[in-house]
């Protein structure tokens, strides 16, 4: 269909956190591929026995989104972009494992088909943006709502949350990742990757608060279900 | 039914997945997050290129017009996921009717 180039530019250009290869060392990509193809596993192993019929249609409706999305980079200070991440609001929407699932396929093929990611630092990328994205994003969600027992704006507010503090760990383990890897060292990757994804998480927040929103007034009964996870399990003891 | 349900919603999100990607050509060219801290902490240079490359940088190959070939590649990569993940649920979802079902959750949940 597309044209294989065989003889790429040398220059990579890494698009939101997608981490090229070559800013990782190779003991750094290695434990992170490790760690993604473990929890994937556990993701797949989970859904496995949970999924609902529901959640199928929601998954790839997810997925296409979150691509889709993903490329529309919007400017952020100091002639800096940044684009939508996606996990929390998977998350939300399809429950946690299954959103792991989602962001791994997306992530998968921008880094096999659209070179948005290195391929040894695939594992990197879908543990950051991914499956930590994807966990903190889900439960701080639920836990605000659940202490909001389920009002609209606490759950809003959730969505708001959770969508910036995965953003914020994100660029936080991917600071660590370029540490460990002397590509830079903490005390200047750390505090520049924070401060600029303090700003982009905010953006996050709206798109996945908003996001929200629209599925609570157009089909409010979407959200009712993210019982895909330790819920339900609860539920069928 | 639940069948006709979520036909509805699965048109309505690809619809809205498909919108999205019709704007990518106003997307900010700006460096992003990660490449500007790469450029400005200069370890962008430590980055190595793709060994090869389909549809890289979102353009899609052989198409002169930039924005028509970032909107192909969108749509192309919003079919290749739908269809991965539609696939992946699908296949998950008659593993786990296949197994006993006191291990798995109530019909329909």
Request: proline fraction near 7%.
């Amino acid at each position: 269909m597309a044209a294989i180039n065989l003889n790429p530019p040398p220059f990579p250009d890494p698009s939101g956190m997608h981490i090229p290869d070559g800013f990782i060392n190779a003991p750094v990509a290695a434990i992170a591929w490790g760690i993604t193809v473990v929890v994937v596993a556990a993701a797949v192993w989970r859904t496995n026995r949970t999924l609902s019929e529901k959640a199928v249609p929601l998954m790839g409706v997810m997925a296409a989104f979150i691509f889709a999305a993903q490329m529309i980079n919007f400017p952020v200070a100091g002639g800096t972009s940044g684009h939508l991440l996606g996990g929390t609001l998977a998350a939300i929407l399809v429950g946690p494992w299954a959103a792991i699932i989602v962001m791994a396929s997306v992530l998968g093929v921008q880094g096999l088909i659209f070179q948005d990611g290195g391929l040894a630092a695939m594992g990197a990328n879908i543990l950051n943006m991914g499956i930590v994205g994807c966990l903190v994003g889900y439960a701080i969600y639920a836990g605000v709502g659940f202490f909001g027992n389920g009002r609209p704006w606490p759950r809003l507010a959730g969505a708001f949350g959770g969508a910036w503090f995965a953003v914020m760990t994100a660029a936080f383990l991917c600071s660590i990742e370029l540490g460990l890897s002397d590509t830079s060292p903490y005390h200047v990757v750390l505090p520049a990757m924070m401060g600029v994804h303090s700003i982009i998480g905010v953006v996050e927040g709206f798109i996945t608060a908003g996001a929200v929103a629209f599925v609570m007034a157009a089909r409010r009964d979407l959200l009712e279900m993210p019982a895909q996870g330790p819920v339900k399990e609860a539920a069928i003891d | 039914m639940i069948r006709q349900r979520y036909v509805m919603v699965v048109a309505v999100g690809l619809a809205i997945a498909l919108l999205v990607a019709l704007f990518s050509p106003l997307a900010s060219s700006d460096p992003d997050g990660l490449e500007k801290v790469a450029e400005d902490k200069g370890f962008i240079d430590e980055g190595k290129g793709p060994p090869y490359e389909v549809i890289a940088d979102y353009v899609f190959p052989w198409v002169d017009n930039e924005d028509v070939a970032t909107i192909l590649a969108g749509i192309v990569g919003v079919g290749m996921v739908a269809v991965i993940v539609f696939a992946v649920g699908f296949g998950l979802r008659a593993m786990s009717l296949r197994t006993p079902s006191s291990e798995r959750g109530p019909p329909g949940a």
